[in-house]
């Protein structure tokens, strides 16, 4: 049976960290025309792989890879920038963009089927005020993936990437009993970085790898290992993601910044691992989406953007960057701003009108958090067996939930 984090009411304190600002010197160019050119892997793991290794994979072997985005000096808050109008040039071009060009993404790309109502532990209907301060809840697990051929890290310089998939539900609902269910609404979230933000110091970009995924579909492209050969390093291995936490999480807006705040509930005590990865008992971040008309911070730039419909990209108008709205999150290639907080939830739950904390949505998420507490110790198995079962996953296959490197 998993051991999950008995619910606290203690109220975090300390000072307020610097929010992200709606606009940052992100470089003067215009963002060019996206075009359908490499993958997000070969993109981002290309110049890490070929550092190694001296090397390129004959999959590479013609272009020269852009500067990863684990790169530490990609800081695109360092610098405000009042001049935030894109040239007509590339508001034109972006416009003119076709879906045929895109990956798929956004609401109607990958129409998921309705859940079986009977097979969820999500009960709809169930919460009759819901703070309008939340604009999504949901379960949240964090994974991480170590370097080709660490099939175990010891450290965080052997994990290549960290992960967020983002479950939601409806806000008016409340959990049960049983596994979450699969909804085909689930989102993962890359963290280049390898490890998540503490503090308004540190601030880097992540982005949406995969949205309206359903838990076969993470299962076989997402958490599963898998080999290769190249003609130049020969057998290579990817290892299987490994589990680090799970929790309950809320998108939360103040009316100034878009926060995500967490609270654990497995593992129940943090380990030296979660402290190395940023994670926290009850943790949040500022999320501010980028404007993709502008070019990306240095060594941040994917493949192509996001396939935003109109009503979004007009709803950034001349700004680099705005607060997250979770339909933001809902579209491939999408990148946001992802900022610590060190004190905790204190800020997400933020009241707008006088700049004091408001329960309401602390409730709400307090609640969700002792609901899925329950849930979890109804799952048969330790930590790793009840993760997986709510991922309709067997345990067997994948790594063990760890505390220590």
């Known amino acids: 049976m998993p051991t999950t984090r008995s619910a606290r009411n203690q109220k975090p304190s300390g000072a307020e960290d610097d929010a992200a600002g ?7 160019k215009p963002a060019p025309d996206t075009k359908k050119q490499k993958t997000i892997e070969e993109t981002l793991e290309g110049s890490d792989e070929g550092k190694r290794n001296g090397t390129k994979t004959d999959q590479k072997k013609t272009e020269k890879p852009e500067k990863s985005a684990n790169d530490d000096d990609s800081d695109p808050a360092k610098k405000t920038d009042n001049d935030d109008k894109p040239s007509q040039k590339d508001s034109s071009s972006s416009s003119n963009k076709t879906k045929s060009d895109k990956k798929e993404s956004g609401p109607g790309a990958t129409a998921a089927p309705p859940p079986d109502k009977s097979t969820t532990a999500v009960e709809e209907g169930e919460r009759e005020a819901v703070p309008s301060s939340i604009l999504e809840k949901g379960i949240i697990y964090f994974f991480f993936r170590g370097r080709v051929n660490i099939e175990e890290p010891s450290n965080v310089g052997e994990i290549q990437r960290s992960f967020m998939i983002l479950r939601p539900i409806a806000t008016d609902a409340k959990l049960g009993d049983g596994p979450i269910g699969d909804a085909g609404n689930s989102r993962l979230i890359a963290v ?18 995969k ?45 100034r910044e878009s926060h995500l705040a967490y609270m654990i509930t497995l593992p129940s005590e943090l380990g030296g691992l979660q402290s190395e990865l940023g994670l926290k008992d009850k943790g949040s971040f500022i999320l501010s989406t980028r404007n993709p008309a502008y070019d990306a911070p240095r060594g941040t730039a994917l493949p192509e953007g996001p396939d935003y419909p109109e009503e979004v990209q007009e709803s950034f108008r ?3 960057w705005q607060p997250t709205k979770p339909e933001h ?24 009108q006088d700049g004091k904390e408001d329960e309401k949505p602390r409730e709400e998420l307090q609640r969700l958090e002792d609901e899925d ?21 067997r345990a067997g296959d994948y790594p063990k939930l760890e505390t220590t490197f």
């Open 22 to 28: 709606s606009k940052h010197d992100l470089g003067e």
């Open 192 to 209: 280049p970085k390898k490890v998540f933000p503490t503090s308004g110091r540190e601030r880097w970009i992540a982005f949406v790898e």
């Open 211 to 255: 949205t309206h995924a359903s838990f076969g579909a993470l299962r076989e492209e997402f958490l599963a290992g898998n080999d290769y050969m190249t003609k130049t390093a020969g057998a290579r291995h990817t290892p299987a993601a490994r589990p680090a936490a799970e929790g309950v999480y809320a998108i939360t807006t103040t009316g």
């Open 318 to 320: 001349s700004l680099r």
């Open 329 to 352: 999150l809902d579209y491939v290639n999408s990148q946001f701003l992802l900022v610590g907080e060190s004190n905790g939830i204190a800020n997400a739950l933020e009241h707008d």
């Open 373 to 393: 507490t329950h849930r979890m110790e109804e799952l048969k198995g330790d930590d790793s067996a009840a993760i997986f079962a709510d991922l309709g996953a």
